[in-house]
């Protein structure tokens, strides 16, 4: 039997504006843009939710709900960067993390289940270093699935802690309104109602046939929801070795000139990647392919991590000269890098050298 743990965060950016500045904590927050600017609510702190402010809702509407409501512009760097902090206290616990935003994750704790600890038990501590180490409150659903630690995790909120034990899933979605239920949005949720369809029981009384039916394969999928039928795994993304773009030459060429701007063009690709994940790397590869196929790569590892279009060219562009002796004709070109730092948020910003990550 697995135990996944759902863990997200309370009113995250708005508790993150709180944990920051003092003088809003206690007080109804909502972060987003200005009502002139016909802004929206990215998130309200639960003060401002007493007075039935929410996210996505027009700021103007939530100024008139709840005049005095402190407005402060989103800060994505800084809730990423705090992101990346709970996320490594959640890696502690087990490397099967997956997260679904910036907010939040699954963990798949079943192993240290295995070594003894008790679900329940786990996701309190887990509670606990996250309020320790950063000042913020997580809600946790714990239960044997993804979609019911995840509709637990919301049970509760703030500050909650919800546990399906094993067994219990069916009773416990049962009652439960119809767009709990993974996957079912708005226009499901419509269709199902009026085939008088309204909790999650509802249609785990259905007959499989007739929800196939109406619904087809979504209609099967939603029914095994709703009995608690869900074996979908926490999937960790893989993380990134390396990034390189190669091409093939139309016709060999051994010309210096004609090689160098693909190594430069083939950098900008690279270049653009690395910017996309925020990676730096430091070992900088050259993949080079000869008109009998002969296939090789040379490589070198810089003092510095390289981020930028121009560092990249300029270093396989070393490398690259060093190849060209003789009447060597090239097939195929590549670039690529690998030994990554975590890179500067900002680009703008200039880079130090850093001490830490290497390898
Ligand atoms: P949520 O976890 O959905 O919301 P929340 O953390 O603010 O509140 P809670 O979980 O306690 O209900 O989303 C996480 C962050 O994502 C949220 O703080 C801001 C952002 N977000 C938006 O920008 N727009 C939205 O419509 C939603 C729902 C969230
Ligand atoms: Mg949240
Ligand atoms: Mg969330």
């Known amino acids: 039997m697995r135990h996944i743990l759902h863990a997200d965060f309370d009113a995250f950016y708005a508790s993150v504006e709180q944990l920051d500045n003092p003088r809003l904590r206690g007080k109804p927050v909502v972060v987003g843009g200005s009502a002139e600017g016909r802004g929206v609510v990215a998130s309200a702190s639960y003060e401002a939710r007493e007075h039935g402010v929410r996210s996505a809702m027009p700021m103007r509407t939530a100024q008139r709900l709840c005049p005095q409501a402190i407005r402060v512009g989103a800060r994505f760097d800084r809730y990423r960067e705090i992101s990346q902090r709970v996320m490594s206290i959640f890696r502690d616990l087990t490397p099967l993390v997956e997260p679904l935003s910036l907010d939040e994750a699954y963990l798949d704790v079943s192993a240290v289940v295995d070594e003894g600890g008790k679900p329940a038990e786990i996701a309190a501590g887990l509670k606990r270093r996250v309020r320790e180490e950063l000042g913020l409150v997580v809600s946790i659903g714990v239960a044997t699935s993804k979609s019911i630690a995840k509709i637990a995790s919301d049970m509760d909120k703030p500050d909650g802690l919800t546990v399906v034990s094993p067994g219990s899933e069916r009773s416990f979605l049962e ?178 050298l850093r001490f830490s990550g290497f390898g």
Do not use: C
Not at 211 to 234: C, I, K, N, T, Y
Not at 309 to 337: C, H, K, M, N, T
């Open 175 to 352: 009652p439960l309104p119809i767009r709990d239920l993974w996957g079912v949005g708005p226009r499901t949720a419509e269709r199902l109602v009026a085939e008088g369809i309204e909790k999650i029981g509802d249609i785990a009384r259905q007959d499989e046939e007739w929800l196939r039916e109406r619904f087809g394969r979504q209609g099967v999928q939603m029914r095994r929801l709703a009995l608690g039928e869900d074996d979908s795994p926490v999937v960790v993304l893989r993380e990134t070795k390396s990034v390189s773009a190669e091409t093939t030459f139309a016709s060999d060429t051994g010309d210096p000139e004609a090689l160098q701007e693909v190594v430069s063009r083939l950098s900008q690709r690279v270049a653009q990647q690395l910017r996309r994940k925020q990676l730096q790397g430091r070992t900088v590869k050259l993949k080079l392919r000869l008109s009998d196929f002969t296939t090789f790569t040379r490589q070198r590892t810089l003092p510095i991590a390289v981020q930028s279009a121009d560092e990249l060219s300029r270093s396989a562009g070393e490398l690259l000269r060093a190849e060209l002796y003789g009447r060597r004709r090239f097939r195929l070109v590549g670039v690529g890098v690998s030994g990554f730092e975590q890179s500067n948020e900002d680009p703008e910003e200039p880079r130090q």
